[in-house]
């Protein structure tokens, strides 16, 4: 089992930037991939980010230029780093991880709770 926990989220006027932390614990061998999505309301969750292990990165393309995705593996920590916020950025966004467990080093995918990210105009 793993356990995400989500900070840095809040409220932040148009231009300003925000970095979120999403820290992985509890009884794994090795996280994988790990990502950012968020959930636009009455939306399927979407996409952000995403860093491999190895530290490969794939973003949305309303994102690429201002948002960074990074990793601390030794701390099983992935961030997000949201520069020149838009309105239009405003959501919940979800950390997920994949998560190697047991003898099989089978993958589990595990969520955060979410955090808001609200950007004022």
């Known amino acids: 089992q793993v356990q995400l926990v989500e900070s840095g989220g809040g409220l932040v006027q148009a231009g300003g930037s925000l970095r979120l932390s999403c820290a992985a614990s509890g009884s794994f061998f090795s996280i994988a991939a790990m990502a950012w999505y968020r959930q636009p309301p009455g939306k399927q969750r979407e996409l952000v980010a995403r860093i491999s292990s190895g530290g490969s990165v794939t973003y949305t393309d309303s994102v690429k230029g201002r948002f960074t995705i990074s990793r601390d593996n030794a701390k099983n920590t992935v961030y997000l780093q949201m520069n020149s916020l838009k309105p239009e950025d405003t959501d919940v966004y979800y950390c997920?991880?994949?998560?190697?467990?047991?003898?099989?080093?089978?993958?589990?995918?595990?969520w955060g709770q979410g955090t808001q990210v609200t950007v004022s105009s």
């Open positions: 997920y991880a994949e998560a190697q467990e047991g003898a099989q080093r089978n993958l589990f995918a595990y």
